[in-house]
């Protein structure tokens, strides 16, 4: 991993893949990053402007269920389900890996994270790599932006 802003960098699924077998409780945040995020260390609710108790975020951790499948298309569905963010909340938004403590579900039913400890960025070839992973499967999975009729 490289450095960017004091932070290492993930450059490949897995890469990312490896870092979640070595380390529980991590999760992925969309957001401008860390200083902007721990600055304030919680996430509000957007439609009723409420401070949440931590920071929303997606789990990295494998699920039982997911019954010793690949880590490296765990990790890619964790990234593509979530990957039009940028596009939703502007410039600057990219995602980063942290380990903490979950204290408490959000609105969309997200984890919220408190403790939270940064531990680095993921380049954006990475999301490229993921959506090629999730997008080469045999039965297409689309992602969890879904839009009405």
Request: net charge negative; hydrophobic share 35%.
């Amino acid at each position: 991993m490289d450095e960017s802003d004091g932070l290492p960098v993930v450059r490949t699924l897995a890469e990312l893949a490896d870092l979640a077998g070595r380390y529980e409780r991590l999760y992925v945040r969309w957001s401008r990053g860390p200083a902007v995020d721990l600055a304030r260390s919680s996430s509000t609710d957007d439609l009723t402007g409420l401070a949440l108790p931590g920071l929303s975020a997606n789990p990295l951790d494998m699920e039982e269920w997911w019954q010793g499948r690949p880590a490296r298309l765990w990790v890619a569905r964790r990234l593509y389900d979530y990957s039009h963010l940028p596009h939703d909340k502007g410039p600057g938004v990219r995602p980063w890996v942290l380990q903490g403590h979950e204290r408490g579900r959000g609105p969309d039913n997200e984890p919220l994270v408190a403790d939270v400890r940064p531990m680095c960025w993921i380049d954006p070839v990475v999301i490229d790599e993921a959506r090629d992973a999730v997008e080469g499967q045999e039965t297409a999975w689309g992602p969890l932006r879904r839009t009405g009729p």
